[in-house]
């Protein structure tokens, strides 16, 4: 089945240690998405991509990076992850400018 | 500035309806989404609005006004496994269609 995977589903790692969440997609969308979602808030958008084009949201702390080296794949690097990171961060895709946005299932990451 | 607002929470019983209200302000608008979350898991959809009026699929119906930035979600015969966080997303047309998230309304459901 055509789907948005997310690895892994749990992430665990230490204050200051850098960690990479990958996301892969089968749908063939263009465009790849990065939210990231604490408890009881809205999900926020950190990145987005069409194809390779990228655009990083205003207010992402530079903490965190993106990469997408094709169109399936899409990458988020956090690289000195704090107590204040930790929480859902989910990858969703959609073709341009469509009415919907497929979400994988998410990884919770814990910062200790 | 932009805006999504909707309560916090609701509570209901098995079996009764309940109606979810959205308010938006955003730069551009492309259409109204509403996504069910469950805890812990990621948002699944649910309905899309562009064009003022009703749209019903099964047990849930989506109603969107534009010209009041205004939507509401109806949850009808609630079931247990209706518990859950209902999220209200307008589609802006910012970049090349970028979400604009509620913060979520938690329904209870109630024996």
């Known amino acids: 089945d055509a789907m948005v995977i997310q690895n892994p589903r749990y992430q665990v790692t230490q204050f200051g240690k850098p960690v990479t969440l990958s996301c892969s997609q089968t749908l063939n969308h263009n465009v790849m998405y990065w939210y990231q979602q604490k408890s009881s808030q809205a999900p926020k958008l950190l990145f987005h991509y069409y194809d390779k084009d990228f655009n990083n949201e205003a207010d992402t702390p530079d903490n965190f990076q993106s990469r997408r080296p094709n169109t399936s794949f899409c990458f988020l690097d956090i690289r000195s992850p704090g107590l204040g990171d930790a929480a859902m961060y989910l990858c969703?895709?959609?073709?341009?400018?469509?009415?919907?946005?497929?979400f994988g299932p998410g990884t919770r990451l814990t910062v200790t | 500035g932009q805006n999504i607002d909707q309560p916090t929470e609701m509570t209901a019983t098995e079996g009764a309806i309940v109606q979810i209200n959205c308010t938006y302000q955003?730069?551009?608008?492309?259409?109204l989404f509403w996504y069910q979350q469950h805890a812990g898991e990621a948002p699944t959809f649910l309905s899309y609005?562009?064009?003022?009026g009703l749209e019903e699929k099964g047990r849930f119906s989506s109603f969107l006004s534009r010209s009041k930035g205004y939507s509401y979600l109806l949850l009808k015969e609630l079931q247990m496994k209706d518990s859950a966080s209902y999220l209200c997303a307008a589609l802006t047309t910012d970049s090349w269609g970028k979400f604009q998230f509620g913060a979520g309304t938690q329904v209870v459901v109630t024996p």
């Open positions: 969703a895709t959609s073709r341009p400018y469509s009415a919907e946005q497929y």
């Open positions: 609005n562009v064009l003022d």
């Open positions: 955003t730069s551009g608008f492309n259409g």
